[in-house]
């Protein structure tokens, strides 16, 4: 048993449209921006009238580390400090002027960002390519879950440091501050899906929702993602309820 | 005016469910196949009883280059052979043993590998990386449109060759018989979306299909692609109408 695509389309338009006479409210996806091809269109050519609340504007983020006190100390000298290069969009968060090395059994990667401040654990944020030239397979995880991540050597320019945990692909996630997840529906932890509009969009599943205080609403993904999507830095893209 | 997804998603189902009663057909997407999330971890988990034909594997490239007779003869020296080094899944193409650098005003690539047979111009396909890498930025084509493509220069063991044009980053695309496309109701030329299954999947749209005779059944996508959507070589998806 087989249908055509235009006619569960056109089934599916319908009952909306039933269901927007009716009144049926809820929390959740607008009638008027179904996950269509037009919706993607408008994304692809910039003509959204006015800025829906489920539209996120992205941020790349190339491969970086966060350091401990300790690693600071050993890579850049103690009590050293960082120094602010660039404000982050996340409130309080930086990428400083210094950059290490990363080495792995197979190669290694040079001028790899700082980002501050400093943490309690180090965590390093490569590609999936970066782990290949490493020589390492970092899991898909959220930052700060590092159990069971390998590690790699840090270079700095007063000292190095054999790190036996910490690096992982980050998990692309949406950070937005609590009162914006009240108003999308949505809960910190929840999973969503990302449509996405231009020459190479698509949609994006398992995206997580980090909801906290001091945040600033941003979809982050990094380099490979951005670019097998077409997307760079404040691109926008629309989260879809799941 | 909102609707809740799993209201939309409940209304969905019954209508398939009627029409399916109902037996209307056509050719087109199955019912017992639709773009659930069950299809997605059905796909993730490797748990498909059986080959459905919409279900096809994935072929990842990495950067390459296809070589006309003159530039052969100018980087490997007149009247030089490709060294046939791996088969490729596409009957007659084949990776060759010779490699060349890629040297653009910002940056060069080494070792990258050239692709048998020879053809009648040459063609160079990157990732948007590599762009970045090289200097120059690449339009996403299909293979054979090299019109307003940057060029770059292409240095090999004999003598090196500075190319004006034919520098792009992959349009990816699904090869098939043209068997293939009349069992699927697809045409050359047309677009498809397809589904990813797994930790980063997700739904890619604007998928060319290219239905040609002396073809495997494989989708091509470049290595950013690959990583973003943590697929590799032999990995399934699916392939949906539009």
Redesign the interface.
């Known amino acids: ?5 235009d ?2 389309e056109r ?2 338009r319908e ?2 449209a039933q ?2 006479a009716q ?10 921006a ?1 996950a269509s ?1 037009m919706s ?1 269109e408008a994304l692809a050519s910039g003509k959204t009238t006015e800025r829906d609340p489920f539209l996120v504007s992205i941020g790349v983020s190339n491969r970086h580390i966060h350091l401990s006190r300790t690693d600071m100390d050993a890579l850049f000298g103690p009590g050293s400090q960082l120094t602010r290069k660039k404000a982050m969009k996340q409130p309080g968060q930086f990428a400083a002027e210094e950059t290490v090395t990363l080495k792995g059994r197979k190669g290694s990667l040079t001028k790899v960002r700082v980002l501050g401040p400093l943490r309690k654990e180090t965590q390093i944020e490569v ?3 970066d782990g290949f030239t490493l020589g390492i397979t970092p899991p ?1 995880r959220m930052s700060g879950h590092l159990d069971d991540t390998p590690g790699v050597e840090i270079i700095g320019p007063q000292g190095s440091v054999q790190r036996d945990r910490g690096v992982i692909v980050a998990l ?1 996630h949406i950070h937005m501050p609590p009162e914006t997840a009240a108003l999308l529906g949505l809960r910190n932890g929840e999973e969503v ?1 990302v449509e996405v509009g231009g ?8 995206v997580v929702v980090r909801a906290a205080e001091a945040s600033a609403y941003e979809m982050h993904i ?4 951005a ?4 997307l760079k830095n404040d691109d926008l893209v629309r989260i ?3």
């Open positions: 048993m087989e249908l055509k695509h006619t569960i089934i599916i009952a909306l269901m927007s009144g049926i409210a809820g929390a959740g996806v607008s009638v008027e179904p091809s993607v590609s999936v390519a898909l692309r899906d020459e190479r969009g698509g949609v994006l599943r398992k990094d380099v490979e993602e670019n097998a999507l077409c879809r309820k799941i």
